[in-house]
T-cell receptor
């Protein structure tokens, strides 16, 4: 299967700082990537859809200025949590689906555990 | 947000037994469904998928059943093993234009040796 890689796997940052999370599709091109957030013992909640070469589409209630998304190439999307606060601590997961298909599986990264202290 | 759960229901089974995990999906127009397995601290791992023009699909030790009449999806795991212990999520393709998956609330499977 295709591989999606996230970096870092975990990060601890101080309140008020910004953190960047990278999501790469290693062996396929992804015009669209998706960012999810998962709190403990809960499901994955879609935050935004990252579109290569254009603005991301954010879900209702997700602050676009807080969670900056950049999709600069067909294999890389980044999520930057700006001015992080303890309530931003969560597990962030990206996914990508191969270009050209709709009903195809989505491949997920291994996730990034963010802890804001 | 969608599909937020306050807690994860748990299914406990004995090693070697069959497991059935259920999921109710929300959109009758959804045309594609996937079951994912998530181990602690990891991203979701694909198990099996099914399109809405099917009602059953089998893989290795797993079977997915789709009942569109009642919007119900189930995952059957045969001869459950300790390595199957994880949280299982169903996901649906609600909006083909956006191609983002919407996840169900999840079920924790605990396999007792």
């Amino acid at each position: 299967g295709a591989v999606v890689s996230q970096h870092p796997s975990w990060v601890i940052c101080k309140s008020g700082t910004s953190v960047k999370i990278e999501c790469r599709s290693l062996d396929f091109q992804a015009t669209t990537m998706f960012w999810y957030r998962q709190f403990p013992k809960q499901s994955l909640m879609l935050m935004a859809t990252s579109n290569e070469g254009s603005k991301a589409t954010y879900e209702q209630g997700v602050e676009k200025d807080k969670f900056l998304i950049n999709h600069a190439s067909l294999t890389l999307s980044t999520l930057t949590v700006t001015s992080a606060h303890p309530e931003d601590s969560s597990f962030y997961i990206c996914s990508a689906r191969k270009a050209g298909g709709v009903n195809t599986e989505a491949f997920f990264g291994q996730g990034t555990r963010l802890t804001v202290v | 947000g969608e599909s937020v759960g306050l807690h994860l229901p748990t299914l406990s089974v004995q090693e070697g037994d069959n497991s059935i995990i259920n999921c109710a999906y929300s959109n009758s127009a959804s045309d594609y469904f996937i079951w994912y397995k998530q181990e602690s601290g990891k991203g979701p791992q694909f198990i099996i998928d099914i399109r809405s023009n099917m009602d059953k699909r089998q893989g290795q030790r797993v079977t997915v059943l789709l009942n569109k009449t009642v919007k119900h999806l189930s995952l059957q795991i045969a001869a459950t093993q300790p390595g199957d212990s994880a949280v299982y999520f169903c996901a649906e393709n609600k909006d083909t234009g956006r191609r983002a998956l919407t996840f169900g609330s999840g079920t924790r499977l605990q396999v007792q040796p």
